[in-house]
């Protein structure tokens, strides 16, 4: 695993700032009755080795100070909140990292005991969060908190902060100038099926302060909350990992394409009334989810034109599939000749088989000498003849052999079904290609085609399934 360079001792580092327990009251996950700092260091490396073992690697990239090895710091990520993210972020690091995370990320049980063993600090939403938190940064902790969706009526991308904005600027309030506060955006890429990617990539942006050089603090958070927005925004939209502006529009227009062709497949009734398509386009809403989405997560577009891309690449296969049995000649439009076919196709296999028995040595040679790939056009007399100088003498050996184990009668049977068997292995060759093939495939193409319609609605589930997450992140119907 790569991690940020740092002058000092995975050990140093961890011992300088133990973590403690909280007072009764904290809404800290934990306990007085429990080593923190063993507990913790015990809890990530099993957790290094599950991400190794059964999920994938981590390796962190970004600036060349990396994570600060002490004092006071706020890694700032605009990744959705889970406890996965912060299991990710806790193995990452050699530091100890505290994580501040909504209480509703950790409802569930083993959530809530392996966050209270790593010392995950639960919001509530309420002031006495915050001050949990602050107490930890004012040790000189480090701390992970999520900038989540600002609940704005702006239109267009909006701005990443909530919670994590006000932790920064109220403990940055708290050290008042006597420690440096430094908050880091950080950039996570979570590959998501069906992607094979193999490492989960960690991207760290120089530091922000909560309130700009030469700009003088007001007394209202508000209005440092905005300074540190203005911050962060632009190393947000930094996001190396996110889809370039001529991809994203790809995208957008294969999610248009898509969303386009499950309102034709819908019947309407009566059919004059079906509803005009020429104008479609995709709604505001969409595409601000996906441009929110390309800044915040990423992996989650990448792994959704992935899955979309496979899908139409089997689709224009089915298509292509489709025109060339179209117009592979009138005796596919003919039962008795199709009859014929598929009759041939049975009958003839075992002397296909035996044509292949006796042609295999014949074709190894041809193979290893090059000369068994037929080239067209270019194709000259010489390689014909060369073949023939290649295989004739190999048929005469294998009938003289014949002749040596079962006599001269033998000899003569195999002498004449060697050639037709090799010839009519050319001929079946043809037939599986031209005639077999095609129609394999019309008898399949009902059962392909309802296969792709069934991974069409699948994908269009799953990005109902995201664009409904970002939704309930906002507050807001759409």
């Not at 912060?86 to 990320?105: E, H, K, N």
């Not at 040595?361 to 000369?371: N, Q």
Request: charged share 25%.
């Amino acid at each position: 695993m790569n991690r940020v360079p740092s002058a000092e001792k995975s050990t140093d580092r961890e011992t300088a700032h133990p973590l403690r327990s909280a007072e009764p009251d904290s809404p800290f996950l934990v306990g007085p009755e429990i080593e923190p700092t063993a507990v913790y260091r015990f809890l990530r490396s099993l957790i290094r080795l599950w991400l190794k073992v059964f999920r994938r690697p981590i390796r962190v990239l970004g600036a060349e100070d990396g994570l600060p090895a002490s004092g006071p710091v706020i890694l700032m990520s605009g990744h959705p909140p889970s406890i996965l993210a912060c299991l990710i972020f806790i193995a990452a690091f050699d530091r100890p990292l505290r994580c501040f995370l909504g209480r509703q990320y950790i409802a569930r049980a083993w959530a809530g005991l392996v966050g209270r063993a790593l010392g995950v600090i639960a919001d509530h939403g309420d002031a006495a969060s915050l001050e949990a938190a602050c107490r930890v940064g004012e040790r000189g902790e480090a701390l992970l908190a999520f900038a989540e969706l600002e609940k704005s009526s702006l239109e267009g991308v909006r701005p990443l902060g909530g919670r994590a904005v006000h932790l920064a600027v109220e403990l940055d309030k708290r050290l008042g100038g006597a420690s440096q506060l430094a908050v880091i955006p950080v950039h996570i890429f979570l590959p998501q099926p069906p992607l094979d990617s193999s490492e989960v990539l960690i991207q760290l942006e120089p530091p922000v302060r909560p309130v700009g050089e030469g700009v003088k603090p007001t007394p209202a958070v508000g209005s440092e909350a905005m300074e540190l927005l203005a911050a962060l925004e632009p190393a947000f939209r930094r996001n190396v990992f996110r889809l370039r502006p001529a991809d994203m529009r790809d995208f957008l227009a294969d999610i248009e394409d898509a969303l386009r062709q499950d309102l034709e497949s819908k019947p309407t009734r009566p059919p004059e009334r079906r509803t005009k398509l020429d104008g479609f386009v995709l709604s505001e809403f969409l595409v601000e989810w996906a441009e929110q989405e390309n800044q915040m997560n990423p992996a989650c577009l990448v792994a959704l034109r992935s899955e979309l891309d496979a899908w139409r690449e089997r689709q224009r296969a089915a298509s292509l599939l489709d025109i060339e049995a179209e117009t592979s000649g009138p005796w596919i439009r003919s039962a008795w000749r199709r009859s014929a076919a598929w009759a041939e196709t049975v009958a003839g296999l075992p002397v296909a088989v035996i044509g292949l028995v006796n042609s295999v040595v014949a074709l190894a040679v041809l193979k290893v000498s090059g000369l068994g790939r037929i080239k067209k056009p270019g194709e000259n007399s010489r390689r014909w003849l060369a073949r023939v100088g290649i295989v004739l003498p190999i048929l005469v050996l294998q009938v003289v052999v014949c002749d040596w184990r079962w006599g001269r009668s033998w000899a003569g049977v195999y002498a004449v079904s060697l050639p037709v068997s090799a010839l009519y292995l050319w001929r079946y060759a043809w037939l599986l290609m031209h005639r077999s093939r095609l129609l394999g495939w019309r008898s399949f193409n009902p059962r392909v085609r309802a296969r792709l319609e069934q991974k069409r609605r699948k994908w269009l589930r799953e990005l109902d399934l995201v664009r409904d997450a970002y939704t309930e992140r906002l507050g807001v119907a759409h």
